[in-house]
């Protein structure tokens, strides 16, 4: 496809399951990011990956979230033992470049953890 | 400490009439800002953005205006249109990282 595509669109869950998110960039878009937007609250950067280069997690919330992306494309963020307060639409988005070029969002995935 | 505020979380305007859209920052290091526009279930997208040496820039509807010594920019749209009403959110880049406002929802009234 043209755009970033994310799965799934919508995921709900109960307390303390594992879940998986996927994240399809543009291809050829070396930068790649995760955010995660709560109700009401702006965008929370989770994490960036750039190449080969190793990616900065400095946003993940706890050692419960971390992602991995493979072969410099697809890209997944693993939320084990999901708490109430993970509930949140999940945004990733990706760039040709990273640094000031423009960030191509997909729709999101909105987790519900019951 | 938030380092980008967007502080009206809502805006009302009237078709036809400017928005006028704020946003504050902290950081004197951060050398170039953008604007994102989000619909309801959709991914933000990219509206338009200034560098930090320039103090305005104008795409159609939509000028954005850097003000550094304040440490603040603002959207104008102008006509605004019922097309026009959603969330808008600021950014400001330093190195890699964009850092987001909380967002303002624009609500064009007809």
């Known amino acids: 496809g043209a755009g970033v595509s994310q799965s799934p669109s919508n995921k709900v869950t109960e307390k303390g399951k594992d879940v998986e998110l996927r994240c399809d960039p543009i291809?050829?878009?070396?930068?790649l990011y995760w955010y995660r937007q709560s109700l009401g609250q702006g965008l929370e950067f989770l994490i960036y990956?750039?190449?080969?280069?190793?990616?900065?997690k400095s946003g993940l919330p706890s050692d419960r979230f971390s992602a991995e992306r493979t072969g410099g494309s697809v890209s997944t963020l693993t939320i084990q033992r999901t708490q109430q307060e993970d509930s949140a639409v999940y945004l990733c988005a990706s760039s040709s470049q990273g640094g000031t070029e423009t960030q191509y969002f997909g729709p999101g995935t909105r987790l519900l953890v019951l | 400490d938030q380092q980008v505020k967007q502080n009206s979380p809502s805006l009302s305007v009237q078709e036809g009439r400017i928005s006028i859209l704020n946003c504050d920052y902290t950081n004197s290091m951060f050398d170039y800002f953008l604007w994102y526009k989000k619909y309801p279930a959709e991914g933000p997208t990219f509206l338009i953005s200034?560098?930090?040496i320039k103090d305005k820039n104008e795409d159609g509807r939509f000028t954005v205006f850097l003000n550094k010594s304040a440490k603040h920019l603002s959207l104008h749209i102008v006509p605004s249109q019922p097309g026009d009403s959603a969330v808008y959110f600021c950014?400001?880049?330093?190195?890699?990282?964009?850092?987001w406002g909380a967002g303002t929802k624009l609500i064009i009234k007809p």
């Open positions: 291809s050829g878009h070396t930068a």
């Open positions: 950014a400001a880049a330093s190195n890699y990282q964009l850092i």
């Open positions: 990956f750039q190449g080969n280069s190793a990616p900065d």
């Open positions: 200034i560098s930090s």
